[in-house]
Nanobody
Framework: VQLQASGGGLVQAGGSLRLSCAASGRTFANYGVGWFRQAPGKEREFVAVISRSYTTQYNDSVKGRFTISRDNAENKAYLQMNSLKPEDTALYYC????????????????WGPGTLVTVSS
């Protein structure tokens, strides 16, 4: 499956952004979809995942602020990010896994290019 993330940009602290992940090539509904991020000088980290059955899981640092969702009819997944903080600044990636609900990046077989989110203080 091919993935393309979009929706990044520059936002002030406390603001919101909605990232989109568009999928093509295989049956999107068969995959769990995760969001990961990588800040400059840091390792890539798990942000959120939504399974085939719409179960969700979040990194503790974004719980209550970020919401992951999916629309299988549109072959898209979303990450609604509210109350953004400067520490949320990173390159955000969407990825697809056949394993369902997992935070482990190596379980994801398909990755799209990232979209940059910059949160100013």
């Amino acid at each position: 499956v091919q993935l393309q993330a979009s929706g990044g940009g520059l936002v002030q602290a406390g603001g919101s952004l909605r990232l989109s992940c568009a999928a093509s090539g295989r049956t999107f509904a068969n995959y769990g979809v995760g969001w990961f991020r990588q800040a400059p000088g840091k390792e890539r980290e798990f942000v959120a995942v939504i399974s085939r059955s719409y179960t969700t899981q979040y990194n503790d640092s974004v719980k209550g602020r970020f919401t992951i969702s999916r629309d299988n009819a549109e072959n898209k997944a979303y990450l609604q990010m509210n109350s953004l903080k400067p520490e949320d600044t990173a390159l955000y990636y969407c990825a697809a896994t056949y394993y369902g609900l997992t935070e482990v990046s190596t379980a994801y077989s398909y990755w799209g290019p990232g979209t940059l989110v910059t949160v100013s203080s």
